[in-house]
């Protein structure tokens, strides 16, 4: 188990991005009090001893901020109800106090014989939501809050109607307010999709696409996730979107570092080919210091046809844009006990808190100990392991 180093704190403006497999758990802290929480993916796996991926529930229950006894998410964000991207939503229901949901309106599209027991355990909570908002005209308190994020024709169905148009925003549009606070001078969220003509697409094509910003002291650090999104959309966002709305710092691979971003086939092509337009949109895009991020198991040095992602051929593209920037999960800073991946959002703007050798040495050593003790009791092991240091 990624046991947590005592000394660890999320920054008071940043992000982490957590190894937890193939899948994305990213949190975004937008002041000491008010964290964001991109998608969840804890692994029951994770829990046991010595394993090197992070139990993500664990970690945000130790880590984020108090209300009252429990801890505290201003907003948890769903980018689409797949397994990889929602698993251990209902334990962190339990065990967290969750101000705001933000989904798109396709969570009440899908059947529930496709949707893993964590995803109907948060349709149950936005449905829930959802009616009461309605019932209360959008006067709701935190922990019944909700943003629906982009248009679909189900909304105009008999019980969606009355759905409070202050609680519902599209493509195109930024979002200052989270959890009924205004951050307007330290955070912006800009929607970049789904679209609207993607409702009736593969639930990859719905995911909630975003560009993040943080603000310090006048300077701006710029975090961009594209979901599960591939190749058509992703340029499509590009070239659509006004500059300031698509610069980024951390660009998180869309898809785990699938290659479907930059490798497509047209119709009337036999095969995929690379896309280079797309690849120049998103280098033309980044600022200083810029990072490329995969959210993924160890990406092997080659595929087979076929493999789901993460892809070699994605991470050699990647790495043409950043060629010492592009950070894995589950690699950092190696495979046996990775950290998390953290920046901190300055006047200076991103700060990259990359673990140290002593703290590399300590966790070995640490979780050596632990083992060792383990061995010889039935009782867990009494002492934490570090993620790392400034």
């Not at 989270?178 to 993607?198: N, T």
């Not at 998180?252 to 080919?273: F, I």
């Not at 991946?341 to 200076?348: D, Q, S, Y």
């Amino acid at each position: 188990m990624a046991h947590s180093d005592k000394d660890f704190a999320l920054p008071i403006q940043g992000y982490v991005q957590w190894p937890v497999g193939t899948g994305d758990s990213t949190t975004v802290c937008m002041s000491d009090d008010m964290v964001m929480q991109i998608d969840v993916h804890h692994l029951a796996m994770s829990e046991e001893d010595g394993d090197p991926h992070t139990p993500i529930v664990d970690r945000l229950v130790q880590h984020l901020p108090k209300r009252g006894k429990r801890p505290y998410l201003s907003v948890f964000v769903l980018t689409h109800p797949d397994k990889d991207h929602c698993l251990g939503f209902e334990k962190l229901l339990k065990e967290v106090e969750i101000g705001e949901l933000w989904f798109s309106p396709r969570i009440f599209r899908e059947y529930k014989k496709d949707l893993c027991p964590d995803a109907l355990a948060f349709r149950k909570e936005a449905v829930r939501r959802v009616q009461k908002t309605i019932q209360a005209k959008g006067d709701v308190a935190s922990g019944d809050k909700v943003r629906i994020i982009g248009y679909d024709d189900l909304l105009k169905e008999e019980e969606y109607r009355e759905f409070p148009r202050g609680c519902f925003s599209i493509p195109g549009h930024e979002v200052v307010e989270f959890d009924g606070v205004d951050l307007s001078d330290r955070c912006r969220v800009f929607l970049h999709g789904p679209f609207k003509d993607s409702s009736e697409e593969e639930r990859n094509d719905c995911s909630i696409a975003m560009q993040v910003r943080l603000d310090v002291e006048g300077a701006c650090s710029y975090l961009m996730f594209l979901g599960d999104h591939c190749y058509p959309t992703v340029k499509r966002i590009f070239e659509l979107s006004d500059d300031e709305d698509v610069k980024w710092n951390i660009f998180l691979s869309p898809h785990h570092c699938s290659k479907s971003v930059m490798y497509w086939r047209d119709a009337g092509q036999e095969s995929e080919s690379l896309k280079q337009d797309v690849l120049d949109l998103i280098e033309g895009a980044a600022q200083n210091p810029g990072y490329i991020v995969a959210s993924s198991e160890p990406i092997p040095g080659s595929n087979q046809s076929g493999d789901n992602p993460p892809h070699a051929k994605a991470k050699a593209r990647y790495q043409e844009i950043v060629p010492t920037d592009f950070l894995c999960t589950q690699e950092h800073p190696n495979s046996e006990q990775p950290h998390p991946i953290v920046f901190e959002a300055t006047r200076n703007g991103f700060v990259y808190l990359k673990p140290t050798k002593e703290t590399q040495q300590k966790t070995v050593a640490t979780l050596a100990a632990a083992a060792s003790t383990a061995r010889g009791s039935s009782a867990p092991p009494s002492s934490r392991v570090g993620f790392g240091e400034k």
